[in-house]
C-alpha cells in the first residue's frame, strides 16, 4: 500500500469562490505558502511578512471541525490588533501541513 504525502485542503478565496487542492505534507509547508503557490489570492495581499505572523494579511477562518485553533503568542498578539477577527480565525502562516490537515475547509479573511 502506498502512503501518500500530500492532504486535501479546501480554501475559499476573498470572492467566494472555493478551491479543493492538494498539498504536500513532506515539504515543511505552512497553509500560507499553499494559498500562494496556488495563487488563491492577489499577489502581494497574502503573506507580506514572510510567514513571520508579523501581519496579519493571511488570516484565515477554520471552517472544518480540526484541532488548529490554537494560537502561539506572537499569533495571538498580531491577531488582537487585526480586523475582521473571529473565534476561529488563524494566520495561515501558523498553520504546517500535516497528515492531520486532511479535508481542511478555511476561508481566506478579507483584506481591511
Known amino acids: 500500500m502506498k502512503v501518500s504525502n500530500e492532504v486535501r485542503i479546501q480554501i475559499?478565496?476573498?470572492?467566494?469562490?472555493?478551491?479543493?487542492?492538494?498539498?504536500?505534507?513532506?515539504?515543511?509547508?505552512?497553509?500560507?505558502?499553499?494559498?500562494?503557490?496556488f495563487e488563491l489570492a492577489e499577489e502581494?495581499?497574502?503573506?507580506?511578512?514572510?510567514?513571520?505572523?508579523?501581519?496579519?494579511?493571511?488570516?484565515c477562518y477554520v471552517l472544518s471541525d480540526h484541532d488548529v485553533l490554537t494560537r502561539g503568542d506572537e499569533e495571538e498578539a498580531m491577531l488582537s490588533e487585526a480586523f475582521n477577527v473571529r473565534q476561529n480565525s488563524r494566520l495561515s502562516c501558523q498553520i504546517h501541513i500535516s497528515k492531520a490537515l486532511e479535508n481542511l475547509h478555511i476561508e481566506i479573511a478579507q483584506e481591511d
Open 12 to 37: 475559499t478565496d476573498r470572492n467566494g469562490t472555493s478551491h479543493e487542492v492538494t498539498a504536500p505534507t513532506d515539504l515543511n509547508m505552512n497553509l500560507m505558502e499553499v494559498i500562494r503557490s
Open 44 to 59: 502581494g495581499t497574502i503573506g507580506i511578512c514572510g510567514g513571520m505572523a508579523m501581519c496579519a494579511s493571511c488570516q
